[in-house]
């Protein structure tokens, strides 16, 4: 296909919810995914589950979400930079996308299958983002949708503010279109070694990437060169605490370490140094990835003893484990009579909580971070140990969109063939922080509009 009327870019969420869009208002479409067919999909992989307004109960989800509510979560992550006519779009197209979804045979799972946490806020795949991702695909490939994989959009050039060329890179060669217009669903750059050195310095060296290695940037750069307007801060990511020993790439969501709160974490010098109960739940796994960035060689280490670690939710790796703190310590390569130090210490901080039925009441006394919460004493061997890294989930430079997610030049105008969706565009809903499920909203909602939109501008 020389000459498309649609050019997608990408191959996740945001992809296949654009391609379907555009081609089911009659435009052709030809999809370029970078990765392969076995990997494609992007980081919609791993994911799990969206957020929807929406304003009954459903069998996916009870109770309802509110635009007001949805508004509110937003603010609270990201400020008032989140109150945007982008978000309200987000928001008002959230309500009834799992009807859209589900007629391109996206398969939720029911609440009442009682395998998953009842969630108000959002509904999630059942199967998870690969069902949801074989599903699209195969909608795609029958409405007529023509996929190649292995091709990566490197470049693309403007004439007169109007989409002219777009270079692909394939198997070693190089190919040019003339596509009538192009949809950018290409994510963000997190797995750009380069990218993240230029702004983390050598402390990227430390960080794993959760996602896919094929989020290099590059259309994002490219689009820079071309005349777009980039938004965000291209030195913030989204951090989670990963297991050390996880892939440098795509080790996905089970590579998480969750059980801070029922241990302590130290850093190379066996030390404490920060409140282990101080985080809720909902914050717990960003505020660690932004901690262990700022470590000494980007690891520190969870430390349980055999009663936490029974206690503790299951992980991907088995702990390190040694009879002694000191013997632990030196089995990670930290200071071991240090370690015994920092325990010891803990424990004698260790006090009962004032009202005995508060089981997570329990807090330290006189200890330097203290724990304020859940500080139970940590003193029957063997004793365990997680290490820990920041793991990449996705960095906040985009570019930015317009109401009808035209992608915006630098001049002010906004380019009539030139679109963008998915995390591409997230600084323009949330330039800082993140709610969950908020990726595959994104993804979907902007996927639709922007293909709706290129199908109105080429067919008229
Ligand atoms: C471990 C993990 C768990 C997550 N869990 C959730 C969750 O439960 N819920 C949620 O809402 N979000 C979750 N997210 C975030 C979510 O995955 C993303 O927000 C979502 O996938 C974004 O969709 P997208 O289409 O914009 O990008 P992606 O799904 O990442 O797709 C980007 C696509 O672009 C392709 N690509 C990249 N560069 C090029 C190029 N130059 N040319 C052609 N193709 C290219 C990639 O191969 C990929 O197919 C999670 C992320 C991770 C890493």
């Known amino acids: 296909m020389e000459r498309p009327d649609v050019l997608i870019a990408g191959g996740g969420t945001a992809a296949l919810c654009a391609a379907l869009a555009a081609r089911r208002r ?51 992550a990201s400020g008032e930079a989140a109150r945007s006519a982008l978000s309200e779009r987000l928001i008002v197209g959230s309500n009834g996308l799992d009807d859209w979804l589900r007629d391109q045979g996206v398969v939720f799972q029911p609440t009442a299958s ?34 190649r994989y292995g091709h990566r959009v490197s470049a693309l050039q403007l004439k007169a503010r109007r989409l002219h060329a777009v270079r692909i890179q394939a198997a070693g060669q190089r190919l040019t ?79 998480r370490i969750r ?57 991907l790796y088995p702990p390190l484990s040694a009879p002694t703190p000191e013997a632990l310590g030196t089995q990670l390569g930290i200071n071991g009579a240090q370690l015994a130090a920092t325990l010891a210490h803990y424990n004698a901080a260790v006090r009962p909580p004032a009202d005995a039925s508060d089981a997570q009441g329990w807090h330290t006394e006189g200890l330097e971070p203290p724990k304020s919460r859940q500080a139970r004493a940590l003193d029957t061997p063997p004793y365990h140990a997680w290490p820990m890294r920041p793991g990449l989930t996705f960095t906040y430079q985009g570019v930015a969109v317009d109401e009808h997610a035209r992608v915006r030049l630098r001049d002010g105008s906004s380019a009539p063939d030139l679109f963008a969706a998915g995390m591409i565009l997230l600084p323009n809903i949330l330039p800082r922080g993140y709610v969950s499920g908020l990726g595959l909203t994104i993804g979907a909602v902007f996927g639709r509009l922007a293909g709706e939109e290129a199908a109105r501008h080429v067919l008229g």
Request: glycine share 12%.
């Open 26 to 76: 009659g435009a052709s479409v030809l999809l370029l995914e970078a990765a392969p067919r076995a990997l494609r999909g992007g980081n919609t992989r791993h994911s799990r589950n969206l957020r929807l307004m929406h304003l009954a109960p459903t069998a996916y989800s009870p109770g309802v979400y509110s635009a007001e509510e949805f508004r509110a979560d937003l603010e609270r």
């Open 114 to 147: 009682g395998l998953l946490p009842e969630s108000r806020k959002t509904l999630f795949l059942l199967g998870g983002g690969k069902a949801m991702l074989n599903a699209l695909y195969r909608a795609a490939e029958h409405a007529g949708v023509v996929i």
């Open 177 to 255: 279109l003339h596509p009538r217009a192009l949809i950018a669903c290409t994510g963000g750059a997190q797995a750009n070694r380069r990218w993240l050195r230029q702004h983390w310095g050598a402390a990227a060296a430390g960080f794993l990437n959760r996602g896919t290695p094929e989020a290099d940037g590059r259309l994002l750069a490219a689009l820079r060169h071309a005349g777009a307007q980039l938004i965000g801060d291209p030195g913030a990511a989204y951090l989670v605490a990963v297991d050390a020993r996880s892939p440098r790439d795509d080790g996905g969501i089970a590579t």
């Open 259 to 315: 059980a801070m709160p029922a241990g302590i974490v130290v850093d190379a010098s066996g030390r404490r140094f920060h409140d282990e109960g101080a985080d809720s739940a909902s914050t717990r796994y960003a505020a660690w990835g932004q901690r262990l960035a700022a470590c000494p060689g980007q690891i520190a280490w969870l430390i349980l003893d055999d009663s936490a670690q029974r206690a503790a939710p299951p992980a």
